[in-house]
């Protein structure tokens, strides 16, 4: 099992969870974790700066600009493409503080 977290995670039926984790088998999302925003040391737990999402999103171009709010648009997306919860992709880049797009802001899938 993977174990990995980040300043924030959205996944579908989740609300916005801060300094969480998710929990991979097989690259399939098994349990997302909320922490109570308090992320401690965990052995093998892997930390990325910016927003884990669902997998279906990586890859995507959001066609968000710069302060628009960024969690509608990923929401968009989910509406559209989620299927089921297999891999996640980071979002790096956004403005953390107020969940707007920022200019240059790049999603990948994490493998």
Do not use: H, W
């Amino acid at each position: 099992m993977r174990k990995v977290a980040a300043n924030y995670l959205f996944f579908p039926g989740y609300p916005l969870i801060k300094n969480g984790y998710v929990v991979l088998e097989q690259n399939q999302v098994k349990e997302v974790v909320d922490t109570g925003g308090l992320i401690r040391e965990i052995q093998g737990l892997e930390f990325y700066a910016g927003i884990l999402v669902a997998g279906c999103v990586g890859g995507k171009d959001l066609n968000c600009k710069a302060g628009e709010p960024l969690l509608p648009t990923i929401e968009s997306v989910y509406l559209q493409e989620y299927r089921e919860a297999k891999g996640v992709a980071l979002i790096e880049g956004a403005d953390l503080k107020t969940l707007t797009c920022r200019q240059g802001m790049r999603i990948s899938l994490l493998r």
